[in-house]
């Protein structure tokens, strides 16, 4: 199985500052790779897919890069909408994975 | 609008089955593959398995012995079969659905229903 480690786990910042959330995959993941957003009590809701798309309706203050192994989310100017735990995926191997999690709060 | 909406049982005993409908509208499941995933209370989530537009499955091997996903696409309903429960198999059960954009093979979770909370415990 992919493992797929994300890091920090936790992530506390101002509003309007910007925040970067890394996700590592255990291999060459080939840039397909999803990040979610789940507010607290709701399902979660993609943000980007294959990396670097922005998903239907998502802010532009939302972008993804990377490649291979390494891939980060950036959020710019933070919102207190925000407020969410932020999952990487990655979907080019059975089976899919999750990483474990970003919790972000507004400090 | 695409939506999907899970539903079942809360509360299940410690070696029984779990029986979970997912019902789809706003597109065909002959066209979109659907998945389950799962999330433990306040932790991570994790795929269980996927039934795709074609019919075919694909199964975690952590779960597949014990996992069943099938489909009534009349009836724009796909449906989770997981036996011998354990208190572990407690958490939020999701569908959701794949979709991949025209020039990629890989298909990731574009909308996902709003989940049903299951409790494993005698």
């Known amino acids: 199985d992919i493992q797929m480690t994300q890091s920090p786990a936790s992530l506390s910042a101002s509003l309007g500052e910007t925040v970067t959330i890394e996700c590592r995959a255990s291999?060459?993941?080939?840039?397909?790779l999803a990040w979610y957003q789940q507010k607290p009590g709701n399902s979660p809701q993609l943000l980007i897919y294959?990396?670097?798309s922005l998903a239907d309706g998502v802010p532009s203050r939302f972008s993804g890069s990377g490649s291979g192994t390494q891939y980060s989310l950036k959020i710019n100017s933070l919102q207190s909408e925000d407020v969410a735990s932020y999952f990487c995926?990655?979907?080019?191997?059975?089976?899919?994975?999750f990483g474990s999690g970003t919790k972000l709060e507004i400090k | 609008q695409v939506q999907l909406e899970e539903s079942g049982p809360g509360l299940m005993q410690p070696s029984e089955t779990l029986s979970l409908t997912c019902t789809v509208s706003?597109?065909?499941?002959?066209?979109?593959?659907v998945g389950w995933v799962r999330q433990p209370l306040g932790k991570g989530l994790v795929w269980m398995g996927t039934?795709?537009?074609?019919?075919?499955?694909n199964y975690n091997s952590a779960v597949q012995s014990r996992l069943s996903i099938s489909r009534d696409t009349s009836k724009s309903q796909v449906f989770l079969k997981m036996n011998s429960l354990q208190p572990e198999d407690t958490g939020t059960y999701y569908c959701?659905?794949?979709?991949?954009?025209?020039?990629?093979?890989?298909?990731?979770?574009?909308?996902w229903g709003q989940g049903v909370m299951v409790t494993v415990s005698s």
């Open positions: 294959d990396a670097n």
């Open positions: 706003g597109f065909s499941l002959t066209s979109n593959g």
């Open positions: 959701a659905r794949h979709d991949r954009p025209h020039n990629n093979w890989a298909y990731y979770f574009d909308y």
């Open positions: 291999e060459d993941i080939y840039s397909n």
């Open positions: 039934i795709w537009a074609g019919g075919s499955t």
């Open positions: 995926q990655q979907y080019n191997n059975y089976p899919f994975t």
